[in-house]
């Protein structure tokens, strides 16, 4: 039992880390890992009540402390079921563009499997991640239903692929934080209405790749600066490598008003693909008000480590783009921290 309650204790106190704000990898995976973790609370919540013959004050101090700690995460994870009420206003349309967007892994060679995704979903644009020279030269295939866009073939697993139906205004390769990390900027012509895309991925914090979340927090903090004083149409997407529930998720979301289409659809895990109980929601789209997402569906396995996600994003029709939310003094000095993190 002493086993037991060591183990409690771990999945007790390891879901509040994210909390203190340290950027360590090691503080911010159990923000990866709240659903996994949230269903072994409710087995070992079980398994203490069926294996202990006297209830002590130290196990029923422990059952509540497991109890608190499991009810902080699911409230975290709960707006992102199915279960959680979202608004179904049958918003009018006026135009929309989809994107099929995709980590296809670098490694991965199963080029035709995602070529026949593509002519499956039959997005205006296409968007890949990891993506080197060999896939590069793999996709020629689409150029000539996809002319126009930009490439950034790398062989550090962070290329990046962008193929588009029609003309793209103001394209930009990006290195906003890390020299061999790109993202790319674009605006896209809706029935006249320009939205600006930002696509990303930044560097996860893991004992593999950046020892913190410094360069991931402050690249999604100087995409939400960039996008706050655009004040027009907008659309961030890509392989975020973070989960929605952050606190640097949610703070970038206040920083620039966008929305979430995930909320109260469902999860959408889109990594690991090969591993069901391994399996967070990395790959992201945020929106501002004056969009909205009509369909959001998770590709079949192509042979990555990732799904890739099809997004149709429509114009609500006489919407005007709202104002930028107010942020508190302590939010506006949060967002800039961030970002001088990573000058020290």
Not at 21 to 35: L, S, Y
Not at 62 to 68: D, T
Request: proline letters at 6%.
């Amino acid at each position: 039992m002493i086993v037991l309650y060591i183990i409690a204790a771990i999945f007790i106190i390891s879901p509040f880390l994210p909390a203190t704000r340290n950027p360590h990898w090691f503080f911010r995976t159990p923000d990866f890992i709240r659903a996994q973790t949230v269903v072994i609370q409710g087995l070992l919540f079980f398994l203490l009540i069926f294996l202990t013959k006297t209830f002590t004050t130290e196990l029923l101090i422990l059952l509540a402390a497991l109890g608190i700690s499991a009810i902080y995460q699911l409230i975290k994870i709960i707006p992102y079921t199915a279960i959680f009420p979202r608004k179904k206003t049958p918003f009018s349309s006026d135009g929309h563009v989809s994107i099929l967007a995709a980590n296809v892994l670098q490694d991965n060679k199963n080029y035709e499997e995602f070529i026949q995704l593509i002519h499956e979903c039959d997005p205006d644009m296409v968007l890949t991640m990891e993506s080197d020279d060999e896939w590069e030269k793999a996709l020629e295939k689409i150029e000539s239903d996809y002319p126009y866009g930009e490439k950034i073939p790398l062989e550090n697993y962070y290329g990046m692929h962008l193929y588009s139906r029609v003309e793209l205004d103001g394209v930009e390769t990006n290195f906003l934080v890390e020299n061999d990390v790109p993202s790319i900027f674009f605006t896209y012509p809706v029935s006249g209405n320009p939205i600006f895309f930002a696509c990303l991925h930044p560097a996860p914090p893991s004992p593999t790749e950046n020892e913190t979340a410094k360069e991931r927090d402050a690249e999604l903090m100087i995409v939400g600066k960039k996008i706050r004083d655009l004040d027009c149409s907008a659309v961030v997407c890509g392989d975020m490598n973070d989960v929605v529930w952050s606190r640097t998720t949610r703070l970038f979301r206040k920083l620039t008003g966008m929305l979430d289409p995930r909320i109260g659809r469902g999860f959408f895990s889109t990594f690991h693909a090969r591993y069901s109980f391994l399996r967070f929601p990395l790959d992201h789209l945020f929106h501002t008000p004056d969009l909205y997402v009509g369909k959001m569906t998770r590709s079949q396995n192509f042979g990555s480590d990732h799904f890739a996600m099809y997004y149709e994003i429509h114009y609500k029709t006489s919407e005007e783009v709202p104002q930028n939310p107010e942020l508190t003094q302590e939010e506006v000095e949060e967002v800039e921290d961030l970002i001088e993190r990573t000058e020290d």
